[in-house]
Structure formats: structure tokens, C-alpha cells
């Protein structure tokens, strides 16, 4: 946890794979756990918590999350973490299962991902997005021009992902994240604890949810429905207090039932200052 200055904002990187996958339709959620481990182990975490569903698995990161689909993978890391160093050796699991590389989605870092991304991502955009508060998102995109549909996006879908960035938490609701002095619980039962007296069980309540409390403070969880997920992580400290919320939502979805959720996880933080975003699977 942060010591002496802000942990901070996480690096998102999305990476989605094409190809045939007739024997189970798995796709990557065939990679078994100690490839996993090995990759995590060089972008500098580990897994801490886990859950599954029929749609895709969830992990709990010591540094933040990681979401495996069939033919995606989505992993988030904060603080001093070396994302990018995943990128290769997932590109060489997908090969082995059959599957290609077709679009990548990253925060930063553009000419490191250009270096090592395969050629056939050809396709290719880096910007900056200015948001109304102090905060700017870095955003690159890359993909297979096989995968463009009209001209738009990676694999224009009817999904869209939610972040939302919050600073100066309210002091009085980031104490809920802390634990107490030789609680005697585990990370799993200390996380499902602040789970509940914090309210963020009442964001999606159909969800499974994955939790995790470090010690002595800071809180990651991933909440799964059906095919979709959403996930929280939390950096409580006075000075420095941080959380981060992100969602997958529809075009067809109820407008006012996402506002709710928003809302609800506005509640839990009552930031200062924050900052949202939202990403459609295009390339902008």
C-alpha cells in the first residue's frame, strides 16, 4: 500500500483474440493457472482471490483485477506494476490455443505496444481525452483490419464499459476500509465484511462477488452477472485516498437503471473530485 505518496490510477489493458475453437469453445479460459501465474509474475502480481462463471473467470489481483473471456482478456494494475510485459506472453498462449491477436486497447505507452503487438494489427490510434475535472485519460487502440465492421471498431458490439475515477474520498466512509489492528480474519472474510457495511453488495445485487481486504488497509473486488462483470479497488489512505469503479453495460440496457448504479457507487465514496469514462468496442 501507499506510503509516502499516491498508488493511483490503474493501467487497463484489453486484448481480444479471433479464431475457432470447435473442441470446447473455451478459447483462453483453457489457459490453465500456472501460465497465468507466470505472466502475472512478470507484470509484478498475483492472484489473491478467484471466481468463475459459464461466461468467463474472474481474479483478484494483489494489484487490482484480471477478467479472462474466450476471446478476451481484460487486466488492470495499479501502483508500480509492469502491465505491458503481459502483452507477449499472451499473445503466444492465444497462438498455441489457436486463436489471434485482433484488437488491443491500452492507457499508455504507445511505442512500447507498438513494438511488440503482432504486424496484422494494423489499425492503430493514440489520444488524450481531457475530462471536465484535472484528470486526462491516454488512450491506445490497435486492431486487425479483419475485424473492422464499416470502418468502426474492433468488433462493434452492443457493449460499452463504464470508469469512473474518484480522489479525496470522504474521510469518515474511506475508514471503512481499513482493518483493525490484529483482526484475526482473512483477506477473504475481512473483504466480504467491508463488502457489506460499506454498501457496495447493494450496487448489483444479482452478482457473485469476489472480495479481498489487504492489511492494513485498501480493498479489490469483482462482482460477475452472467456475462458481464464490474469491479471496485480502493486506496484509502488520508492524502492520498483513491477508488476506481468500472462496469460493462448494453446499448439496450435501461439508461436510467446504469445511472442508478452510478449513483449508488457515488454514494459508497462520496468523492471530492472524479472523473468518467466510457468506452464502446470501437476504436474511439
Known amino acids: 500500500m501507499a506510503v509516502s505518496g499516491f498508488e493511483g490510477f490503474e493501467k487497463r489493458l484489453e486484448l481480444h483474440f479471433s479464431g475457432d475453437d470447435p473442441a470446447t469453445g473455451k478459447g483462453l479460459r483453457r489457459l490453465d493457472f500456472f501460465s497465468l501465474e507466470k505472466v502475472l509474475h512478470a507484470v509484478q502480481c498475483t492472484v489473491v482471490s478467484a471466481v468463475g462463471n459459464k461466461y468467463f473467470d474472474s481474479y483478484v489481483l494483489s494489484e487490482s483485477s484480471l477478467f479472462v473471456y474466450p476471446t478476451k482478456i481484460i487486466i488492470k494494475t495499479c501502483g508500480t506494476t509492469q502491465l505491458l510485459k503481459s502483452v507477449r506472453p499472451f499473445v503466444d498462449y492465444g497462438l498455441t490455443l489457436g486463436l489471434t491477436l485482433c484488437g488491443c486497447s491500452f492507457n499508455d505507452e504507445v511505442v512500447y505496444l507498438e513494438a511488440n503487438l503482432p504486424n496484422n494489427l494494423s489499425c492503430k490510434k493514440a489520444s488524450t481525452m481531457n475530462s471536465k ?30 470508469e469512473i475515477c474518484m480522489t479525496e474520498l470522504d474521510g469518515v466512509l474511506a475508514k471503512k476500509f481499513f482493518r483493525r489492528f490484529n483482526d484475526g480474519k482473512t483477506g477473504d472474510s475481512a473483504g466480504r465484511e467491508m463488502t457489506e457495511i460499506t454498501g457496495i453488495s447493494e450496487i448489483n445485487k444479482n452478482a457473485l462477488i469476489c472480495d479481498y481486504a489487504f492489511d492494513p488497509c485498501g480493498y479489490s473486488m469483482n462482482g460477475i452477472d452472467k456475462n458481464r462483470y464490474f469491479t471496485i479497488h480502493v486506496t484509502p489512505e488520508d492524502g492520498f485516498s483513491y477508488a476506481s469503479f468500472e462496469c460493462v453495460g448494453s446499448v439496450y440496457d435501461d439508461k436510467d437503471e446504469i445511472l442508478e448504479i452510478l449513483k449508488k457507487v457515488v454514494k459508497v465514496f462520496r468523492p471530492e473530485a472524479l472523473s468518467v469514462s466510457t468506452t464502446d468496442d470501437g476504436l474511439d
Open 133 to 162: 475535472s484535472c484528470y486526462k485519460w491516454h488512450v491506445f487502440t490497435a486492431c486487425d483490419e479483419g475485424c473492422m465492421v464499416g470502418g468502426v471498431g474492433m468488433h462493434a458490439g452492443d457493449l460499452y464499459t463504464v
